[in-house]
């Protein structure tokens, strides 16, 4: 099977080092008018001391949400039926919930590194025909704001950029 491709055959994509072999996996978003409809929601904090922001010590929270419906019959962006069932892509998402650091989730706006199932993390809906999984991941340590999928995927030491013009994990 091909790699996930945003907007075609899934809405976002998630990834690990430790989830197969850090395979890139697409999810499908539930299509119902909410404000995360096939993307993300990004909730942003600088957390500080100061009032005259002058700390050095400040650092950002990101809370990042969005829906994942697992449903056997599903259909892709490009409508095409979505070849993984509701047993397999919940399973998958149970893998990616229990990491705590190290995640990548690949949304509309760019791919955000480095976070991790933290606290809240997930409100499942469990429902005869699907089920809809509302997320949470949260930023571990320093806040980078997303970045290119395709860069961030060249940028593997094996990648073709240089040091330079490179984000490296």
Not at 16 to 41: K, M, T, W
Not at 48 to 58: A, G, I, K, L, V
Not at 81 to 102: I, N, Q, S, V
Request: net charge negative.
């Amino acid at each position: 099977m091909s790699p996930p491709t945003l907007g075609v055959d899934c809405h976002v994509v998630l990834s690990h080092p430790g989830v197969d072999a850090g395979a890139r996996y697409g999810f499908i978003c539930p299509l119902d008018n909410s404000i995360r409809e096939a993307g993300v929601q990004v909730n942003r904090q600088v957390i500080s001391e100061s009032t005259t922001y002058t700390d050095p010590h400040w650092h950002t929270q990101l809370w990042l949400r969005f829906d994942i419906i697992c449903g056997d019959d599903l259909r892709a962006p490009n409508g095409i039926k979505h070849p993984k069932t509701r047993a397999e892509d919940y399973a998958k998402l149970m893998e990616f919930m229990l990491e705590t650091d190290g995640i990548t989730l690949e949304t509309p706006i760019g791919a955000f590194t480095n976070l991790g199932a933290l606290g809240f993390s997930a409100d499942e809906r469990h429902l005869p025909k699907h089920s809809i999984i509302k997320c949470e991941l949260n930023n571990v340590g320093y806040y980078f704001p997303p970045v290119d999928p395709n860069l961030l995927l060249d940028s593997a030491w094996d990648g073709g950029l240089t040091w330079d013009t490179a984000y490296w994990r």
